[in-house]
């Protein structure tokens, strides 16, 4: 099964606008981490937020919040007053505790495009 | 500057041939990862280590080796039974692996096969 699922290929959003990138992920673990990451055409991978399975409240970074539904298992990235800079595609990522395996497990992205 | 690096940046193998990825990093973290991307597609882990002298496969390892015998060092080689290398690579690292550590990404090598 697909630990992290992000369901929208590309979206379109014009420049100043605010857009939701969706994330729902899949884990029995209770303690886990979940990250966004930002990879522009360059193809470096920029980290962009944080939200801990236990935080009480959803995480914020400037112009980026977390929508963070932990009975719904998701986590959607909320960037607002979107930015011509903003294309690029976006990655939800899950880390969890007590798998064993600590490393970040990548969904399959959705390319971001805005439009001026 | 901390960060991590990644050499090269493009690499041409010829069919059989096996190639090595660098990886350095000198942010002081414990772990680091290797990932593979395929275009418009997401990461997948190749191999980890948490620890120097200690590494794990991931879910694509088959082809590819590694090696942990310095801190800051995590070379991936390409072997000749990875019949699909063509792909651009990911290394990264973090402080540690518990769950609200980030982790820091290369620039990334972009492996063709000729």
């Known amino acids: 099964a697909q630990k992290i699922t992000q369901t929208q290929p590309g979206m379109f959003v014009q420049e100043k606008e605010a857009v939701t990138l969706d994330c729902t992920y899949d884990t029995s673990d209770p303690s886990y981490g979940l990250f966004w990451y930002k990879q522009p055409s360059s193809g470096e991978m920029i980290f962009l937020i944080y939200q801990g399975s236990y935080d009480q409240q959803n995480a914020t970074e400037g112009r980026y919040s977390l929508n963070f539904q932990k009975a719904r298992k998701s986590a959607n990235l909320v960037i607002s007053a979107s930015q011509l800079g903003d294309s690029a595609m976006y990655f939800c990522?899950?880390?969890?505790?007590?798998?064993?395996?600590?490393?970040?497990?990548f969904g399959s992205g959705t390319r971001l495009q805005v439009q001026p | 500057d901390g960060g991590i690096t990644q050499s090269p940046k493009y690499l041409f193998r010829k069919e059989g041939q096996n190639v090595t990825l660098s990886c350095e990093q000198n942010l002081n973290h414990d772990a680091m990862y290797w990932y593979r991307q395929d275009p418009g597609q997401g990461l997948r882990l190749i191999y980890y280590?948490?620890?120097?002298?200690?590494?794990q496969k991931g879910d694509i390892a088959e082809g590819y080796s590694v090696s942990r015998e310095k801190k800051e060092s995590f070379p991936l080689t390409v072997t000749s039974a990875q019949k699909n290398p063509t792909a651009f690579y990911l290394c990264a690292s973090s402080i540690g692996s518990i769950t609200g550590t980030e982790a820091f990404f290369g620039q990334g090598t972009r492996l063709t096969v000729v």
């Open positions: 280590s948490q620890i120097v002298n200690d590494f």
């Open positions: 990522a899950m880390r969890e505790k007590d798998t064993g395996r600590r490393a970040l497990t």
